[in-house]
């Protein structure tokens, strides 16, 4: 199977076919850190962490590299409102920003590059510009000059001329074209954040830090360049301009945008809408109450829930509904672990298992589902990454899977076969799951359990148990319906009773 990507350079699904046979260099454009991050910071890293996952599993070898700007101006700006140093800050968010990212199984990543570790790197391209004369110098900053790129706006189909509009406030600061951009940016105080370069004391524009940190780990060319939508002009477009006009080679061959994150939120008029998050409306959600609030499980669970290029609608109500269908699938791993009576994660599922365990005509069917089931999800994930198709079949061969406990309710407690594929059956929905990250742990990280309410539902089943067993049915129904009252519902099934909130 063809993994195609849609790449924004090209406006069309390709097949993707990495630069060289075998390796994928990824480059994702992370956070600039004077604010906590919000839940829109996490999607791309969650996003392109379950990519490479998705790659490794199809054999690449694959690099991943998230930048951190931990100089700009925003930075510098915030550092002074709160009194501190820019540095102590952007530390300070950089490791809150690192400590979300380990909760939220992003693991993968190979380099986290900083802007501030690559000062030399970023002052020697601009140089490189400088003998093209693409780069300039106008009252003491250096600008790039966007009529050296013969193919300036490519990525966002925007001409030059288009973008005097939107510049026309930094006109009159010495630049040849109001679409040229910030290479360098000289210090205007002696005590601003700076480096000594051949333009004088100052400090790197946006820009060109991602030119220079991508290529540094991934070479010239690279396979995949991605970043939220919002960031196709100007950061990319720019990134494109000065590094192909540097290296007079194609940069990035594949750029993927990420959908914006979109809250609901009540506008003036009374009526909810879903609208990007933004500090004037006041609906910013940030990563660390969001994490406080849900199990990390589920916010990554909830995120490659929607198409990657589509605008995730967050609300709460929206991720207690993926939190539901998650949960069946907990409960489907924790049901197969009583009956298998061993670790449904230990083993990975044996297709061959299923063929030799199926011998009525009702089994064989169920064990050609889990097959089939297996090639469409790897099929949805070849087409655009289509992450959101993908969770689908997981809830999908839930169904099967449980349908396949209760048309057998009588057989399974005694019949190795039917247990085997029962077994089987969630074995290779974890197994899929696990190629984006998701089902990896136990069920107690994804779920907030309480302790004491454990204890206490064991207590309840129990005596409910016992009622029944002395056939005191009515204390037993008194039991589950009291229950229902307080939305607890209780399962009764061959391998045990279960119980989960409403
Ligand atoms: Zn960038």
Redesign the pocket.
């Known amino acids: 199977m063809a993994l195609k990507l849609y790449n924004t350079l090209t406006n069309q699904k390709e097949l993707f076919e990495p630069v060289e046979p075998g390796k994928v260099g990824i480059y994702v ?1 992370g956070p600039t850190v004077y604010k906590e991050s919000h839940i829109g910071h996490a999607v791309g890293p969650v996003i392109f962490d379950a990519l490479k996952k998705y790659l490794s599993y199809k054999g690449y070898k694959v690099t991943l590299v998230i ?1 951190i700007t931990d100089v700009d101006d925003k930075i510098i700006s915030e550092a002074k409102a709160q009194g501190v140093k820019t540095e102590d800050l952007a530390k300070k968010l950089t490791a809150s920003y690192f400590d979300a990212m380990e909760k939220l199984g992003v693991d993968s990543v190979d380099h986290y590059p900083r802007a501030t570790e690559n000062i030399d790197g970023i002052i020697k391209l601009i140089q490189r510009l400088g003998e093209t004369d693409a780069a300039y110098v106008a009252e003491g900053d250096v600008y790039f000059d966007v009529s050296k790129c013969a193919d300036y706006g490519k990525l966002s189909n925007r001409r030059t001329d288009d973008q005097q509009e939107t510049t026309r406030e930094l006109s009159g600061s010495g630049k040849r074209n109001p679409a040229d951009f910030a290479l360098w940016k000289t210090c205007k105080t002696d005590d601003e954040i700076g480096w000594d370069s051949p333009w004088g004391r100052g400090r790197p524009g946006w ?1 060109i830090e ?1 030119s220079v940190m991508s290529m540094n780990h991934l070479g010239e060319t690279f396979d995949i360049h991605g ?1 939220g939508i919002d ?1 196709v002009f100007p ?1 990319h477009e720019n ?1 494109i301009a000065q590094s192909e006009t540097a290296t007079c080679k194609p940069y990035a061959r594949f750029w993927l945008h990420n959908g914006l994150t979109r809250v609901k939120t009540k506008a003036s008029s009374g009526e909810w809408k879903n609208e990007k998050m933004s500090k004037s409306l006041g609906n910013i959600k940030q990563l660390s109450e969001l994490l406080a609030e849900y199990p990390a499980q589920l916010i990554r669970f909830f995120m490659l829930s929607t198409h990657y290029r589509r605008p995730i609608d967050f609300s709460d109500e929206a991720l207690q509904a993926v939190q539901k269908g998650m949960m069946n699938l907990y409960r489907l791993i924790e049901r197969t672990g009583r009956l298998a009576g061993e670790d449904v994660f230990a083993e990975k599922c044996s297709l061959g298992l299923i063929t030799e365990a199926a011998q009525t005509d009702d089994d064989k069917k169920f064990a050609e589902i889990i097959p089939q089931i297996q090639l469409q999800y790897l099929e949805a994930l070849d087409d655009d990454f289509n992450t959101a198709r993908a969770i689908s079949l997981l809830y999908d061969l839930c169904s099967e899977v449980n349908r396949y406990f209760e048309q057998n309710r009588t057989r399974i407690p005694s019949d190795k076969n039917a247990q085997v594929l029962a077994r089987e059956g969630t074995r290779m929905m974890v197994d899929l799951g696990q190629i984006l990250g998701l089902l990896t742990g136990p069920v107690e990280t994804a779920v907030e359990s309480d302790e004491l309410t454990s204890k206490l539902m064991e207590l309840l089943i129990e005596l409910r148990k016992e009622a029944r067993q002395n056939k005191n049915f009515e204390l037993a129904d008194a039991i589950r319906d009291k229950l229902n009252d307080i939305n607890v519902v209780l399962e009764d099934s061959p391998e045990g009773t279960t119980w989960r909130k409403e």
Do not use: A, K, W
Request: hydrophobic letters at 10%; charged letters at 10%; aromatic letters at 0%.
């Open positions: 454009c930048n820009h991602c970043g960031l950061h990134e």
